[in-house]
């Protein structure tokens, strides 16, 4: 592995030519600035409303939240509890995790183990699927947009934001540069 | 000691060119690369193995598990309409035949990659990496390893059809004009999705470089 890699360059797998790191100047301040962002947005996506939906003089509208509480009052506990697991509270943890660990290479927080937060991030990374439910909204919305008038709310314009930045920074966050800022915080 | 962390038949089955050959291990969470008389990875402590204790078969057993699930999937309807008393049940597939009758081929190409074509897909590409790395021939190509690439990206992307559901379902509640139920079929297919990505995670894709022809 090279000491430095070069902005915005990849390298690659010498067999597989897999992506294994991604090179960038300022990695550390860029990824929190976008963290709390992703952070930022996530809270507005669960504060106001998702979706408005209007068929024959009746409307109904949702919020974020919604779309698992629904699923928990049919009584489909497990997918209720996956579908809040995938979109909402991974996708956080995963967040705090990785500001957690990024502060603390330039502060003493301390309060929480950062090799156990990195080992956390690695294991939850494959379960985040903020953009398939980006996806999943789109399809749903297409399905409907015939029968009913839609009227998306801000909610729902806070997590198309939220979807791809979040991707963006699983990619610049990658293995090493992830295990390298967790040796730095010990 | 060193003999229990290796595959059957010791160290003659490693690929020359593999770390294992020359006597190191790479850990599976952090990456680092260690030598291999460490138990636990100096960094993140994870217990190290030259390669996963019967990855294959664990692979195989959850693939068929998700195979198993992935019939009551399709049989059951996954989503209940209800609009003004008439009761209309939709399985998966049926889904997709509604939109192509409505001509909406593009929502039905939509729906039918990420719940039939891709779930398929999937569990076809595990089972072909379980059974390569089982048959005697040595493997021919590193294309596999794409194949397990591809096979862990796409995994996630069958929460579609899962999500679809939870949305229509928590949006058209408009009481006795229409209003959509969950059917059985949304817990087994997300037990699918869930399932095979656990199976493709647990196989260990250094097995596949062992059995690697030299070029």
């Known amino acids: 592995m090279p000491d430095k890699i070069e902005h915005r360059s990849n390298v690659v797998c010498p067999r597989c030519k897999h992506v294994i790191a991604v090179g960038h100047n300022n990695a550390k301040h860029y990824v929190l600035a976008l963290c709390v962002t992703a952070l930022i947005l996530l809270a507005v996506a669960c504060s106001f409303s998702f979706i408005s939906f209007a068929s024959n003089g009746q409307a109904r509208t949702i919020n974020l939240l919604q779309t698992f509480t629904e699923l928990y009052a049919q009584g489909y506990i497990f997918v209720s509890l996956l579908v809040f697991l995938f979109i909402l509270l991974l996708p956080l943890l995963y967040l705090l995790s990785l500001s957690y660990i990024i502060l603390s290479t330039r502060y003493r927080l301390g309060f929480l183990p950062v090799i156990g937060l990195g080992k956390v991030i690695s294991h939850i990374l494959p379960w985040s699927m903020a953009e398939v439910f980006l996806i999943g909204v789109l399809v749903a919305l297409i399905k409907i947009i015939s029968m009913a008038d839609i009227f998306l709310q801000a909610s729902f314009w806070a997590y198309v934001l939220f979807a791809p930045l979040f991707t963006h920074i699983v990619f610049i966050v990658d293995n090493h540069r992830l295990w390298r800022w967790v040796d730095d915080a010990k | ?215």
């Open chain 2, 1 to 215: 000691m060193q003999n229990k962390r290796m595959p059957q038949g010791g160290k003659a089955c490693f690929h020359p060119d593999s770390a294992a050959a020359q006597g190191l291990l790479n850990c599976l969470v952090c990456h680092e690369l260690v030598g291999d008389h460490e138990k636990r990875c100096p960094r993140c402590s994870t217990k190290l193995r030259a390669r996963v204790n019967n990855s294959t078969q664990i692979s195989f057993s959850l693939l068929l598990t998700a195979l198993f699930l992935y019939i009551p999937a399709n049989v059951y309807p996954i989503m209940i309409t209800d609009m003004l008393g008439d009761r209309t049940q939709s399985t998966i597939i049926g889904g997709v035949i509604l939109f192509l009758e409505s001509e909406s081929y593009f929502i039905a190409a939509v729906i039918f990659i990420a719940s039939i074509i891709v779930p398929v897909g999937k569990m076809a590409a595990i089972a072909w990496l379980c059974y390569s790395v089982n048959r005697k021939k040595p493997i021919r190509k590193a294309e596999l390893t794409q194949v397990y690439r591809i096979t862990e990206f796409i995994g996630k992307w069958s929460m579609v059809d899962v999500f679809v559901v939870a949305i229509l379902v928590a949006l058209i509640q408009l009481g006795g004009l229409m209003s959509i139920q969950v059917g059985i079929a949304a817990s087994a297919f997300a037990g699918v999705v869930i399932l095979t990505m656990v199976s493709a995670h647990q196989f260990d894709t250094r097995i596949l470089w062992d059995k690697m022809e030299d070029e």
